[in-house]
Structures are given as structure tokens and as C-alpha cells.
């Protein structure tokens, strides 16, 4: 991770922006929507002003979400036990396919410092 943040207007004024790398959490073959913990890029910027005595703060960030094609996947389907004379359902993969994401997010506070801080 990387970012900086600099005062264009001291005590008024605060830019700022950040970049991130993730490596993946979890093997290409046990990819799944449940857990889309793949490999990323972010970037990120905000800002906050002063307006009289409260501060708001904006910010938004993007994640590129690299896309997985899975053919040799080990996720596999819930298996319901044999009930009765009803047969046990069969196990299946469920977990290939093209897994393609991005994430946005943006927000937006507003905060009132006490005691005198971000004066």
C-alpha cells in the first residue's frame, strides 16, 4: 500500500490519494463467488474541507479485480444425506467458469472534532 495526502489550504483543505496490491488469498481451483479473494489493484482518492466548525470528508476508490477462468475447479455442490426411501443426492463442481468483478466505494462523512483538534 501506498499514499500520501498534502494541505492545500492548512487547517481548511486536505487532499488525498493511495494506490494497493493484494495478492490472492485462496488457490485459482477453489475460486467461488462466496469467496472472490483474487488478486487486486486499487486506487483511491478523497478530500476534506473544513466548514465552519465541522469537517467533511469524501472519498472514493476503485478495485481492479484481475478475472479467473476456472476449468479444474474443486468446489462442488452440498450433498443432502439419503432420507427414508428417497435417494442421496450426487456431488457436482459448481465452482467452474469466468469470474469477472470490480468493486467500487464512496463516502462521505461528516465529523465535528471537540477539544480544539482539526482546528
Given at each position: ?28 481451483e ?40 476456472v476449468t ?48
Amino acid at each position: 500500500r501506498l499514499g500520501g495526502e498534502y494541505d492545500l489550504a492548512p487547517k481548511r483543505l486536505t487532499v488525498r490519494a493511495g494506490y494497493l496490491h493484494e495478492t490472492t488469498a485462496i488457490k485459482k481451483e477453489y475460486a467461488s463467488v462466496d469467496f472472490a479473494n483474487w488478486a487486486r489493484h486499487g486506487v483511491s482518492v478523497g478530500a476534506s474541507a473544513k466548514a465552519g466548525p465541522v469537517w467533511v470528508d469524501v472519498a472514493y476508490a476503485h478495485h481492479f479485480v484481475a478475472t479467473q477462468n476456472v476449468t479444474d475447479s474443486k468446489v462442488m455442490s452440498q450433498v443432502s444425506p439419503k432420507l427414508g426411501d428417497l435417494p442421496a443426492s450426487d456431488s457436482s463442481v459448481v465452482g467452474n467458469g469466468k469470474y469477472d468483478s470490480h468493486v467500487n466505494i464512496v463516502s462521505l462523512s461528516v465529523r465535528v472534532p471537540f477539544g480544539g483538534e482539526g482546528e
